[in-house]
Each structure stands twice: as C-alpha cells, then as structure tokens.
C-alpha cells in the first residue's frame, strides 16, 4: 500500500519502494520477541529443574522418548523441505516450490498428530494438572507436567500459526506476486518455520531427555 | 546490495541436505547418549548438543552465513541480553 503512495509521491522516476533488508530487519526483531517469550519460559524451567532435580527427572522419565525423538526428526525434515522450498523459488522453479511447501505443511500436521498422541495418552492416565492423580505427585513433578502442557501447548500454537503462514505464503507464490525477484514473504515465512524448530530444538533434549 | 534486485547468492539444494544429515546424526546422537546413565552431565551434554544443532539451523536454514553481519550481531546482542536475564535470576535463587 504504501508503495502505491511512493509511486504517487514521486511521479514515474521511482518504481514501487522496496527494501529487502528491512524487510528481513523487521522479521528477525519479531523472532527476538519469539526468543524472549520462549526465553522466560525456559528460565522458569531451568529454575525449577534446580530446585525440584528429581521430581523433573522422574518426570521426565515417564514421556517417551522414542516418540520425542520422532517428532524432532519430523520437525527438521520439514524445516528442509521448507529451506529447500525457498530454494526452488529463487531458481524459478514455481511448481517445485509448492510441492516443498505442501510437504512441509504435511509434516507440520503429522508433528501436530504425534504430539496428540503423547498428550492423549497422558490425559487417559489423568496425568491433568489438577486432577487428583496429578495431585497426589510429588510438587516438582506437578510443575514439571505444568510446564511440559505450556511449554510444548505454546509450541504446538506457534506450529499452527506456522501452517497458516505456510498457506498464506503458497497463495502468493501461486498468484505471482512472491516469485524469485521479490521472495521477502516466503523468506520470511521460512525463518519463523526454522526458529519452530530450533525451539524445539532446545524443547526436546529438556523434556525428554534429562531422565 | 545497492542495485534494488535483491542479491541472494544461490545456496546448492545439497548444501541444505547435508545440514539436514548433519541434523539427524546430531539428533540420534542426543537420543543415544541419554540412555547412558551419566547423572550430572545429562542435561550439559544434551544442551551442548542442542546448542551445534541450532547454530546449524541459523547458519543455513536462516542464512545467517549468508547475511551481512548485522543479523548475527542482533542475534547475538539478543542472546547475550538472555545471559543477563539467566545470571540475574541464578544470582536471586541461589543466595535465597
């Protein structure tokens, strides 16, 4: 939009204003934001883990680390498909694109599946904060299942979102209006997928490995 | 980077494929040094690895290796702000 008033502004010596690296300025400082909110939660985690070691190690214990694993290689794959995604489009290989988006979009959902597996399996044990076999856990254990549902609940959101922005990006691409001149959108798409997985990166290893 | 096209130099499709190899092995290697029982360097070693892990995905998945030098200086003014936070906090619960 504010493109259309440049081009007013100035008359027909300026093309439609376009700054590619404030584009990607603008991006990162949103990441920070990201970092900062995970960031707190970490903190609080790493709090607890020092005050309450075994209770978060038998915690620990009880999620299944197979599944943890599965899901960390689910979410890497998707982040190449997405990088390879933005690959193909700046090689003007449009279809190409779209097909690495719709994978990673697939692997996204398949994250979201296993990820509800694990959770309605210990809903099924009525391991619910509150519930009174959550209740009769020994404290550090009832934090560690609390942060385990905020911490990965506000992961899986940001997964979401990401789906979204996936979509939002493939219509764009599809239309014509991000292509290999101008691929601010998809790049940036693809940095907020990436910085999912490295979150989760450091999400994994904390909750299903320290047991 | 003066020109108004953008100036991307084109990263090989493999060069993204090796990251991701790079990433899995990284992957299996956490899962299988859990399963050893090494008490009090669990939770270093797995930050360790998650640490190389996600240095790898901001090197090339974001492309920090291919910026200009700003975005790897904010990342890092932003990590190290982090550091305040962690210290700080450390600082407050172990002299309670």
Partial sequence: ?211 | MSSGTEKHALVPYGLYVKVWLGLIALTVATVAVSFLDMKNTVILTAMLIASVKSTLVLLYFMHLRFERPLFTIMLVAVILTYGVFISLTFLDYSFR
């Fill in chain 1, 1 to 211: 939009m504010s493109g259309e008033h440049a081009i007013k502004a100035h008359g027909a010596e300026h093309t439609e204003h376009h700054d590619p690296v404030a584009n990607k300025i603008g991006m990162w400082l949103f990441l920070f934001t990201e970092l900062i909110l995970f960031g707190g939660l970490f903190i609080a985690f790493a709090v607890y883990l020092h005050l309450y070691r075994w209770d978060f190690r038998a915690g620990s214990g009880s999620l299944d680390k197979i599944l943890g694993a599965v899901n960390t290689v689910i979410l890497l794959t998707s982040s190449l498909t997405m990088a390879l995604a933005i690959a193909a489009l700046s090689r003007k290989k449009v279809k190409a694109s779209l097909s690495l988006m719709a994978g990673t979009v697939l692997l996204a959902v398949m994250f979201l599946g296993v990820k509800a597996v694990e959770w309605g399996h210990k809903f099924h044990l009525d391991l619910v904060p509150g519930s009174s076999v959550m209740q009769n856990k020994p404290m550090g254990e009832q934090i560690f299942y609390a942060l385990y549902y905020t911490m990965t609940g506000v992961h899986a959101l940001h997964v979401i979102i990401g789906i979204g922005a996936i979509a939002v990006a493939a219509g764009f691409v599809k239309s014509g209006r991000c292509h290999a001149e101008r691929p601010g959108l998809l790049e940036n798409v693809g940095l907020y997928w990436h910085l999912v997985d490295v979150i989760w990166i450091f999400l994994f290893p904390l909750f299903y490995l320290i047991g």
